[in-house]
């Protein structure tokens, strides 16, 4: 990848966890290429950098290669469109170019929080060049065994850098603080923001200002790899950060190669029972910030179409 970012779709997105989408949606700007290159990748179509995309009438584009004028035009359009937040998927490999976009952005009056959504495969120090311009960070904790993030990802360090990846992320945020849309003032802390009555969270959009939510997708076959690792944060992290557990993994691996790496339990979704056995070793083990997934969601797609849109 170059300085020349590449975007494969830029809307609003109303899947994340509720404090990001609310009800308006988070802007969503997704881009191209990945730091990791996971055999179950849902966005692989995008996540390889020579992946093609198609637009609405099914035309052959290869994502286009836009600098950083054109992404900030990108933030004011999404805040325009009701956005919450400004949610960068995958930016990693494109950070200094996206940090001179959002300083440039702030000084221009931009005041939309920018989430930043990553595989937490990336080195501390390429974090730093964030530091003070990122709200919010939505990183994937995948894996705790090295030979599990080898043979999935192609990566035998991943523990050791999405540990110090998050651990410069939360020097950055620190603890989680919400708000009330429409209130810029109000500071919700998460004892208050886990008691919030359904009812109040129905009617408002309560959306996270600052903080890390640390997500973590149940591969089906690895639900040891999942506690051990659950607890690991709870352990050293506690209720400073929030712990998403999901369980919308979709198989779309390809038979061959699933064989071929002798993963082949990533062919079926995740069950119910397998979810529940997580969530409850979460609970005994004392985690206070979470987010769980409902049954139903494992039975929904979440892979959004990558036409061009909103470039
Ligand atoms: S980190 Fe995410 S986007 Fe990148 S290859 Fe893995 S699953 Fe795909």
């Known amino acids: 990848m170059t300085d020349r970012i590449m975007i494969a779709r830029a809307d609003l997105h109303f899947w994340e966890e509720p404090c990001i989408s609310g009800k308006s949606g988070s802007g969503a700007v997704f881009f191209m290429g990945c730091t990791m290159g996971c055999v179950f990748c849902q966005n692989n179509k995008i996540a390889k950098s020579r992946a093609e995309i198609s637009d609405a009438n099914g035309e052959k584009k290869s994502g286009e290669k836009e600098d950083c004028q054109k992404l900030i035009d990108i933030f004011f359009a999404l805040k325009e469109k009701g956005a919450n937040n400004i949610n960068l998927v995958t930016a990693d490999h494109f950070i200094p170019t996206v940090a001179s976009a959002i300083r440039r952005a702030k000084e221009e009056g931009f005041d939309l929080p920018f989430v930043f959504n990553t595989s937490s495969y990336i080195k501390a120090d390429s974090l730093k060049l964030l530091d003070g311009l990122i709200d919010v960070y939505l990183p994937d904790f995948k894996y705790i065994s090295d030979k599990i993030s080898w043979d999935l990802s ?96 979709t198989p779309v691996i390809e038979e061959e190669t699933a064989r071929r790496i002798g993963h082949e339990e990533l062919l079926k979704k995740l069950n119910d029972d397998a979810y529940e056995e997580v969530i409850g070793f979460a609970i005994e083990n004392g985690i206070e910030n979470g987010f769980i997934q409902d049954g139903e969601t494992c039975d929904e797609s979440f892979i959004p179409e990558f036409d061009p849109r909103g470039i």
């Not at 999405?162 to 992320?169: G, H, N």
């Not at 020097?171 to 919700?188: A, C, H, L, N, S």
């Open 154 to 249: 192609g990566c035998s360090d991943y523990k050791k850098i999405a540990k110090m990846a998050i651990d410069e992320m939360f020097r950055q945020t620190g603890r989680p603080v919400f708000y009330m849309k429409g209130d810029k003032d109000t500071e919700i802390k998460p004892c208050d923001y886990n008691d919030m009555d359904e009812d109040v969270l129905e009617k408002n959009e309560v959306l996270i200002r600052r903080g890390v939510i640390v997500r973590h997708l149940i591969l089906p076959g690895h639900e040891k790899d999942s506690k051990e690792l659950i607890n690991m944060l709870i352990d050293d992290y506690g209720d400073n950060i929030y712990i998403s557990i999901m369980n919308q993994y």
